[in-house]
Nanobody, 125 residues
Framework: QVLLTESGGGLVPPGGSLTLSCKISGRTLNSYTMSWFRQTPGNEREFVAGVFRGTRTYYTNSVQGRFTMSRDNAKSTVYLQMNSLKPEDTAVYYC???????????????????WGQGTQVTVSS
């Protein structure tokens, strides 16, 4: 069984930074596609960033240059470093994993089998 455990959300002023963490247990990190999504009330989950099967990293346009996704294989953990945060980044952030995803489905929340519990990120002064 795959378990994703997230941490690191909180309240930060505009322009600030936060780092989210997601630890995967039950599987080897490299064999899985790992992604971050976010969701605001009344909206669907939006792709933020993802590492496809441990290779290339992809970002949605609105976070390109501000967010960085990385991983530590020894700790079975992926990170989302968020800089220059804006109020519109406010959302619940979810970590997702899948072992069979194809690249064309990377940005589709419906294609992921495993999800973390979500962590709230609020950007406000």
């Amino acid at each position: 069984q795959v378990l994703l455990t997230e941490s690191g959300g909180g309240l930060v002023p505009p322009g600030g930074s936060l780092t989210l963490s997601c630890k995967i247990s039950g599987r080897t990190l490299n064999s899985y596609t790992m992604s971050w999504f976010r969701q605001t009330p009344g909206n669907e989950r939006e792709f933020v960033a993802g590492v496809f099967r441990g290779t290339r990293t992809y970002y949605t346009n609105s976070v390109q240059g501000r967010f960085t996704m990385s991983r530590d294989n020894a700790k079975s953990t992926v990170y989302l470093q968020m800089n220059s945060l804006k109020p519109e980044d406010t959302a619940v952030y979810y970590c997702a994993a899948d072992g069979r995803l194809i690249l064309s489905s990377l940005r589709l929340a419906s294609q992921y089998d495993y999800w973390g519990q979500g962590t709230q990120v609020t950007v406000s002064s």
